[in-house]
């Protein structure tokens, strides 16, 4: 009786073997093709200024954006995630130093990243949430794209980007946005400005910046990878429905809420929000609350 129940769960678990084999080359094969496509887009011209408020407000779109979140302080690169399983990602050194983006790196190349989400051959950045900066007026990504061309040269290198098995998986089954570039319309034209006002739509505008963790609905939901805790609500419906625009503020700029409870920001990025001006606070709070 013993011998046909170890044999039984032998059967089970070389089935089980094989059923996860299956899944991870299945895995293995698809995102090999989405990460080899080429996209063939006509990028959009994109005026650059040297206006020291337009680099100033670039400088701290930088941060409200996230981008320092991905690739560093001093925007040199740096490693965000460091896990076999899932994979070893770096945000770009997005200087022209050594490591960093080519000395004939132009306005369109940085055109080509931040409205579409692909390098200058076509093929697809990684993790590279383009899918919200597509969605920027051309006035901000101009002031981004006029200030990291002003950046000096940093001399930062990395080892080759990995995807791990994991990693593999959860994007073959939706669950990891490896491939922003496919969530784009890149037929689209951005808008060249928005009106800046405490508005439910001046707040819907900047609210892209939320959806990659809190959805487009802003209700949350599964955790953004394993390890990390589910997602907050933050429509109406959830505890920032009940704060005022006092404790909004404040927990946006310090990472502690009303309730006490103190945000790590691995998992809710304050530090990116606490450069957000008064004014985008407060419309980003009257967006939230009127959904």
Known sequence: MIKKLLLGLG?????????ISGL??????????RMNRTYAVKAQSLPITTDSAELAYGDRLMTAKGCRDCHGE??????????????????????KGKGGLPSDH??????????????????????????????????????????????????REFPEQKIGPVGRVLTDLGKLP?????????????EKTVEVEISPAYGKYLSTACQGCHR???RGGDPVAPGFPPVADISSAGHVGKWTEEQFIQTLRTGVTPEGKTLKPTEMPWNMTAAYTDIELKALLAYLQSI
């Not at 991870?24 to 093709?33: F, G, L």
């Not at 080509?112 to 383009?130: C, E, T, V, Y």
């Not at 490896?178 to 951005?190: A, C, G, K, N, Y």
Request: proline residues 6%.
């Open 106 to 155: 132009d306005i369109t190349d940085w055109v080509l990243a931040l409205k579409h989400g692909i390098r200058r051959n076509g093929k697809p950045l990684l993790f590279m949430p383009s899918h919200e900066y597509t969605l920027l007026s051309e006035q901000d990504m101009s002031a981004i794209v006029s200030f990291a061309v002003t950046l000096p040269e940093i001399d």
């Open 178 to 190: 490896l491939f922003p570039v496919e969530m784009i319309d890149h037929s689209r034209t951005l």
């Open 24 to 33: 991870v080359a299945k895995a293995y094969y698809t995102t090999e093709q």
């Open 11 to 19: 059967a089970l678990l070389a089935l089980a073997v094989l059923l």
């Open 74 to 95: 001093d925007l040199g690169g740096k490693v965000f995630i460091d896990d076999a399983p899932l994979g070893f990602l770096v945000g770009k050194n997005l200087t």
């Open 216 to 218: 487009p609905n802003m």
